[in-house]
């Protein structure tokens, strides 16, 4: 079992959707989780970070943590067309090392 | 947020031949910067985790003597891929956190390397 799974994809909606992402994880000593915008041969781009569970907003973003399911989502609104990319959740474990998730390519479509 | 930096984008070379890679931290000093590598439609890596002025940390199956990191200041870390063959072939991303900041990683453009 992977340490962190994520739906490859790829996910296609109409722009304007709500796009959901989400992934799970196996250790419970995560304790930082990050989602990462990375689109094709380019580096990741943060775009949330969050360490509680919970939610975290950000503009058309948000982010959910629930530690006692080991499941975390994103959620996009109002999605367009330049969020098409593939979207990457990244866990801390110790020595600030981040695990991945395989990532989820995402197609807006207009 | 922070800016890391890569050189070169993208490099082609010949098989058995050394290639570096710069990666840079440009508005903030990084003790630690990280090395990943990205196949194709595949995540990230992680290869290697470089300290300023001490040995690099590999992960597991990561070759230390073929993937030379050195990180020689506060702002730049340098992978050097020796003898490369083309299964070397790969996207390299580096990576860096600021520690005056959160616990985000800020990442590079990444790097494509082509052995031929």
């Known amino acids: 079992q992977k340490e962190v799974e994520q739906d490859p994809g790829p996910l296609s909606v109409p722009e304007g959707a709500i796009v959901s992402l989400n992934c799970t994880y196996s250790?419970?000593?995560?304790?930082?989780f990050m989602w990462y915008r990375q689109y094709s041969r380019k580096g990741p781009e943060l775009l949330m970070y969050?360490?509680?569970?919970g939610n975290k907003e950000d503009g058309r973003f948000t982010a959910q943590v629930d530690k006692s399911s080991k499941y975390i989502s994103l959620f996009i609104r109002d999605s367009q067309p330049s969020d098409s990319a593939t979207y990457l959740c990244?866990?801390?474990?110790?020595?600030?090392?981040?695990?991945f998730g395989g990532g989820t390519r995402v197609l807006v479509k207009p | 947020g922070a800016v890391v930096s890569q050189h070169p984008s993208r490099v082609i070379c010949k098989s058995g031949t050394s290639v570096k890679i710069e990666c840079r931290s440009l508005?903030?000093?990084?003790?630690?910067m990280f090395w990943y590598r990205q196949f194709p439609k595949q995540s990230l890596m992680l290869m290697a985790t470089?300290?300023?002025?001490?040995?690099?940390?590999?992960e597991q199956g990561v070759e230390k003597d073929k993937f030379l990191i050195n990180h020689a200041s506060l702002t730049l870390s340098t992978l050097t891929v020796t003898s490369a063959h083309p299964e070397d072939s790969s996207f390299y991303i580096c990576?860096?956190?600021?520690?005056?900041?959160?616990?985000?990683?800020?990442f590079g453009p990444g790097t494509r390397l082509t052995v031929t």
């Open positions: 508005d903030f000093q990084a003790t630690t």
């Open positions: 969050t360490y509680s569970s």
């Open positions: 990576s860096a956190r600021d520690p005056q900041g959160g616990r985000e990683q800020y």
């Open positions: 470089s300290n300023e002025g001490s040995k690099a940390t590999y």
């Open positions: 250790n419970s000593a995560f304790q930082y």
């Open positions: 990244a866990i801390e474990a110790a020595g600030n090392k981040l695990t």
